[in-house]
C-alpha cells in the first residue's frame, strides 16, 4: 500500500478502551437476552487532534484493534481513509473479517474521519456532503421482558413527549414459542401510539418461514408496516418468501459484515429496505458504499442503531429512510458523551451545533466507572 501523502498530517496513534454498561431494566427480543451493553471505543490522534469512534460487541474487540490494525493505520495520512480501511480489511485476511473484527474495523474507520473532520474544522456531515438536513428516526425497544406498563411508557415518550412518529417493539418471543403475546402487544403498541403513527416490529429471526407469514397475516389490522428480520438474515430464500407473501416491508441486513454480504442480500429481492450498521458493516467508508449498491437497485436504506454515528453518514446519502433511535445505545452515548442530538419531532439535524466531526466529545472521568478494559 502507498505511504502518506507528502507533508499530510499521519496517524501518530490509535488508543483503545472498553466500557460495560448495564442495561436499565431486563432486556431481550425473540433470539436473545442480556443484561449490559459493551462500547469499544477507538481515538486516532494526531498531534493534539483527536478522533473518536466505537463499536458494539464483545470486549476481545479491543484486542483486534490494538494487536491488528493499530500497526496497520499508525504513520498513514489521515486524509486517506478509505485507504486506511482497505489495508485494514487485508490484514486481518487470515484473522476472518466478519464479527468483532469488523466491528474493530468500523470502529477504527469512524475515527479515522472524524479524525479527518477536526483537523479540517468540519462538521462531518459538510466533511461527507448533505443530501438532506434533517435525519428522520424511529424510537426503537420494546423488549420482549416489558410488561404491559414497561411498554406503555416507552411508547408514550416517544410518541406523546418527544414527537417521534414512528416506532418498533420486539417480537417472536422465545423463538417463536408465544405467537399469542406477540401478538397481543402489537395490539396494545398500536392502541398506545393511535392510527397515526407508524408501527413497527423486529422478529430478530426468531420464526420459520410460514410461522412467519401467519403472523404477518394476524397482526394485518394493525397495520405494521415495517416488518424485520421475520426469519434469519442468513435466509434470504426464506426473506424473499416473506418479503412476496406479505403486505408490510421486510428488512434486513444489520448483521452485514461487509460490502459483499450487503450485496448480495440487496441483489436477491430479500428486502424492501436495506439496512446497514456503521458499527459492524467496515465504518463509514463501507456504509456509503451500501447505500450507493442500495440506490442502485431501487432499494432504500436505514442506519440500524448506533444513532450518534449514524446520523451524519445517513445525511450523505438520498436514499435514506431512517435511522434508528435505539433505547440502549441512546441511554449510553447520551450517558458517556458530549453533545448528544435531540430526537425531538421525529428527525435529528447533524452538524447543526457547528462542532467539528460528529460533533461528541468522550466523558473520561464521567465513564471510568464503566471502564472494564
Not at 444489520?254 to 440487496?266: I, K, N, Q, S, V
Request: net charge negative; charged share 20%; glycine share 10%.
Amino acid at each position: 500500500m502507498p505511504g502518506p501523502a507528502r507533508d499530510a498530517p499521519t496517524v501518530e496513534r490509535v488508543e483503545v478502551s472498553v466500557y460495560t454498561v448495564p442495561t436499565d431494566a431486563a432486556e431481550a427480543d425473540g433470539t436473545l437476552a442480556w443484561g449490559s451493553t459493551t462500547l469499544v471505543l477507538a481515538q486516532a490522534i494526531s498531534g493534539t487532534t483527536i478522533g473518536t469512534g466505537w463499536t458494539y460487541g464483545s470486549p476481545a474487540t479491543a484486542e483486534v484493534i490494538s494487536k491488528e490494525l493499530v500497526e496497520v493505520v499508525t504513520d498513514r495520512s489521515v486524509f486517506d481513509v478509505p485507504g486506511a480501511n482497505e489495508t485494514m480489511s487485508r490484514a486481518v485476511r487470515n484473522t476472518g473479517r466478519p464479527g468483532l473484527v469488523a466491528g474493530a474495523i468500523s470502529a477504527v474507520d469512524i475515527a479515522l474521519w472524524d479524525l479527518k473532520a477536526h483537523l479540517l474544522k468540519l462538521p462531518l456531515v459538510r466533511l461527507l456532503g448533505a443530501t438532506v438536513t434533517d435525519v428522520p428516526v424511529y424510537g426503537s425497544g420494546g423488549f420482549t421482558t416489558y410488561d404491559e406498563d414497561q411498554l406503555t411508557r416507552q411508547l408514550r415518550d416517544w410518541t406523546r413527549e418527544r414527537g417521534i412518529p414512528r416506532v418498533k417493539i420486539k417480537i417472536g418471543e422465545s423463538w417463536g414459542q408465544e405467537p399469542e403475546r406477540d401478538l397481543a402487544r402489537v395490539r396494545q403498541a398500536r392502541q398506545v401510539i393511535g392510527d397515526s403513527c407508524e408501527l413497527y416490529v423486529d422478529a430478530n429471526g426468531g420464526y420459520t418461514r410460514k410461522q412467519a407469514v401467519r403472523m404477518a397475516d394476524a397482526f394485518a389490522g394493525q397495520n405494521v408496516t415495517w416488518y424485520e428480520e421475520p426469519v434469519s438474515s442468513d435466509d434470504l430464500t426464506g426473506l424473499r418468501m416473506v418479503r412476496d407473501a406479505v403486505r408490510s416491508d421486510v428488512t434486513a441486513g444489520e448483521y452485514g459484515y461487509d460490502l459483499p454480504y450487503l450485496t448480495r442480500m440487496a441483489a436477491s429481492g430479500a428486502v424492501d429496505c436495506l439496512q446497514a450498521d456503521v458499527t459492524r458493516c467496515g465504518g463509514i467508508t463501507v456504509w456509503l458504499r451500501a447505500a450507493a449498491v442500495a440506490e442502485g437497485l431501487g432499494l432504500q436504506i436505514s442506519g440500524h442503531c448506533a444513532p450518534h454515528l449514524h446520523a451524519d453518514v445517513a445525511a450523505a446519502v438520498p436514499n435514506l429512510r431512517h435511522l434508528e433511535w435505539f433505547h440502549d445505545h441512546v441511554r449510553i452515548e447520551q450517558e458517556l458523551f458530549e453533545g448528544g442530538l435531540d430526537p425531538s419531532g421525529g428527525s435529528v439535524r447533524p452538524g447543526a451545533s457547528g462542532e467539528p466531526g460528529h460533533g461528541l466529545t468522550f466523558r473520561h472521568a464521567q465513564a471510568a466507572r464503566f471502564r472494564t478494559g
